[in-house]
T-cell receptor, first 115, second 114 residues
């Protein structure tokens, strides 16, 4: 079974608009971490935002926010005020356990920002 | 503070050959993980090293092996290369115990097997 599901292979958004990238996860471990990474065409994985399973509030980092709905096992990424440079692949990932050895990545969503 | 570096950037090998990829972890990070990312897919965990020992492994055959050195740099070795081994290989480092255990990735090595 897939541990991380990203149901949107591709998304388009108009410049300056907000966009939500979906991510659902599956784990029975009470302690886990959820991450979002951006991967431009150059290939490097760029860390965007982190949410711990025990965090009470949704994480925010500048234009990025994470809509964490624990009961639904969902961790959607919201990008506000999209910029052309936001065009890239976006991966949701999960680390299980307080010292999880394995980051499990989803299949990714390709975001294209239109001028 | 230097980030994670990987070498070489690109590599072309033929089926059956052996390859060694290298990674220098970020300063202060003692844990290194390797990932394989096939074209159009998310990264797949290969293994993790902590204090020079493998302490976690994904679903990869034994011909994928690694080393970690006292300075925490690392190598990924792949023997008997197959066409399906063509991928971007990513190295990531992190401190073992951290507030969020965030991993910092290197730029990757793109391996092509002909």
């Amino acid at each position: 079974a897939q541990k991380i599901t990203q149901t949107q292979p591709g998304m388009f958004v108009q410049e300056k608009e907000a966009v939500t990238l979906d991510c659902t996860y599956d784990t029975s471990d009470p302690s886990y971490g959820l991450f979002w990474y951006k991967q431009p065409s150059s290939g490097e994985m760029i860390f965007l935002i982190y949410q711990g399973s025990y965090d009470q509030q949704n994480a925010t980092e500048g234009r990025y926010s994470l809509n964490f709905q624990k009961a639904r096992k969902s961790a959607n990424l919201v990008i506000s005020a999209s910029q052309l440079g936001d065009s890239a692949m976006y991966f949701c990932a999960m680390r299980e356990g307080w010292d999880g050895q394995n980051f499990v990545f989803g299949p990714g969503t390709r975001l294209s920002v239109l001028p | 503070e230097t980030g994670v570096t990987q070498s070489p950037t690109h590599l072309i090998k033929t089926r059956g050959q052996q390859v060694t990829l290298r990674c220098s972890s970020q300063s202060g990070h003692n844990t290194v993980s390797w990932y394989q990312q096939a074209l159009g897919q998310g990264p797949q965990f290969i293994f993790q090293y902590y204090r020079e020992e493998e302490n976690g492994r994904g679903n990869f055959p034994p011909r994928f092996s690694g080393l970690q050195f006292p300075n925490y740099s690392s190598e990924l070795n792949v023997n008997a290369l197959e066409l399906d081994d063509s991928a971007l290989y990513l190295c990531a480092s992190r401190p073992l115990a951290g507030e969020d255990n965030e991993q910092f990735f290197g730029p990757g090595t793109r391996l092509t097997v002909l």
